[in-house]
T-cell receptor, first 114, second 116 residues
Framework: DAKTTQPTSMDCAEGRAANLPCNHS???????VYWYRQIHSQGPQYIIHGLKNNETNEMASLIITEDRKSSTLILPHATLRDTAVYYCIVRPGGSGGGADGLTFGKGTHLIIQP | GAVVSQHPSWVICKSGTSVKIECRSLDFQATTMFWYRQFPKQSLMLMATSNEGSKATYEQGVEKDKFLINHASLTLSTLTVTSAHPEDSSFYIC????????????FGPGTRLTVT
């Protein structure tokens, strides 16, 4: 799986959009970008994934650059409950990362400030 | 949405005893389940892949005789930590892969193990 780089931590004001960057400059053509988050002392939660087009669901939007070397997860209206560690994972397969066990990096600790 | 449960949610045991953790997929069949371990302030680490009806596949550095995995049905996998020691204290998380489209992994809530 391609290596990803994320900032260690970020702050965002409640109600504002939270933009979480991820660098994956060594991504291969068949690799997707997945985002998961882990709220303290809970299991990870799938957020969104994409290959090259921008994606949006009820939780977030995923913006992937044209060269696919980086992406941004956008939480449009952050709430206090969005405080969590967010993991960007790059791997083959397009069905929610279901094929194999996942390799989690250190992620970004997003703190939503009231 | 698909739900995965774990039992117990937390457990305290004495050094040298064994502890069994259950992972259940409540509303779908999971031919494959995964077990992860997370130490404080660290990320999740994959321990093993559990396939229904066959032996589990362990990641490098994970002792298969210490962490016994059984996946006897399509909805249940168990992880038994044998002869637990304080260094086994950790947060154990399972995930279940749903085989029918969309194929996704769903994570359980985790089990906090403390060995005294």
């Amino acid at each position: 799986d391609a290596k990803t780089t994320q900032p260690t931590s970020m702050d965002c004001a409640e109600g504002r959009a939270a933009n979480l960057p991820c660098n994956h400059s060594t991504i291969s053509g068949n690799e997707y970008v997945y985002w998961y988050r882990q709220i303290h002392s809970q299991g990870p939660q799938y957020i969104i994934h994409g290959l090259k087009n921008n994606e949006t669901n009820e939780m977030a939007s995923l913006i992937i650059t044209e060269d696919r070397k980086s992406s941004t997860l956008i939480l449009p209206h952050a709430t206090l409950r969005d405080t969590a560690v967010y993991y960007c994972i790059v791997r083959p397969g397009g069905s929610g990362g279901g094929a194999d066990g996942l390799t989690f990096g250190k992620g970004t600790h997003l703190i939503i400030q009231p | 949405g698909a739900v995965v449960s774990q039992h117990p949610s937390w457990v305290i045991c004495k050094s040298g005893t064994s502890v069994k953790i259950e992972c259940r997929s409540l509303d779908f069949q999971a031919t494959t389940m995964f077990w992860y371990r997370q130490f404080p302030k660290q990320s999740l680490m994959l321990m093993a892949t559990s396939n229904e009806g066959s032996k589990a596949t362990y990641e490098q550095g994970v002792e298969k005789d210490k962490f016994l995995i059984n996946h006897a049905s399509l909805t249940l996998s168990t992880l038994t930590v044998t002869s637990a020691h304080p260094e086994d204290s950790s947060f154990y998380i399972c995930s279940a892969r749903r085989g029918t489209p969309p194929v996704k992994q769903y994570f359980g809530p985790g089990t906090r193990l403390t060995v005294t």
